[in-house]
């Protein structure tokens, strides 16, 4: 079980409170786009075995989208963001970095 | 309106926790930057102050509940939805905001009984640490399969909203799970 912690209420949830939203951080291709530009856009997704940044939204709770960062493999939660950013903050970069060198090392 | 009925026309059960109807409730929804000045002063004109995040101010006959970073719920008896929501509109003129009656939305149940019993009753229905729930405070969540949010108004009284439709689920939730018999004594 996940839980995750939404940063717009603060309240560190069970995933069941929650709802996930996909890949994050798609740069949206539209209108006069090239044709692989709009396909990578519209149907590639990462289906990461190890760290994936996702959208999640507090469906139950306040009803934002928001963004998490998490290992699939191992269901660590590295940390979760707001939604209006385009690219994980450096801080929990940092946190992923530092978990996968911890792993390395074992 | 005319004639308004709440959706559980004043249901109760008794067991373990008094399950009931919390009847009929003015409900505002006021949206908006809840940090700016005016939205305090806007506030003040109906008696209340902005909540801080997931805080509950009571007063008198009304409460502030706070929803979302931009969103409050504003209660106040039913006859004065209507008023509540012109006097937030006129005192936040020029200010980006949605000030709405949505009394209709949502229903209001009352659980009344030993803390230990109401925080049993919520915490076998809710994914909510509720050794950690303290007054004051407002937890939107999920109730079984529906949302719902809820916060204690003293340490024998819980109020709960849900959206009116859901509102038998809710009510009936709550009676199984707060039935004679069902004690966990988790909280005493
Ligand atoms: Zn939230």
Known sequence: ?106 | MRDAVTALHGATFIGRVTVADGGLRGMVTLRGDLAAPAMAAAAQVIGLTIPAQRRVVMADDRAAIWMSPDEVLILVPHAQAEATAAALTQALTGIHHLAVNVSDARAVLRLTGSEAALRETLAKLAPVDMDLFGMGEVRRTRLGQVACAFWMVDSSTVELICFRSVARYVFDLLAVTASDGGAVGHFG
């Open chain 1, 1 to 106: 079980m996940l839980i995750l912690t939404c940063p717009y209420c603060g309240v560190a949830g069970e995933e069941t409170e929650f709802h996930a939203g996909g890949e994050a951080h798609l740069k949206r291709f539209g209108p006069g786009s090239s044709d692989d530009d709009f396909d990578a856009y519209m149907f590639a997704r990462k289906n990461p075995k190890g760290v994936h940044f996702e959208r999640w939204r507090h469906v139950f709770g306040c009803g934002k989208w928001f963004h998490a960062a998490r290992d699939t493999a191992t269901l660590q939660v590295f940390g979760t963001y707001p939604a209006q950013v385009s690219g994980p903050p450096q801080d929990i970069l940092d946190r992923i970095a530092a978990a996968t060198s911890a792993h390395a090392a074992k």
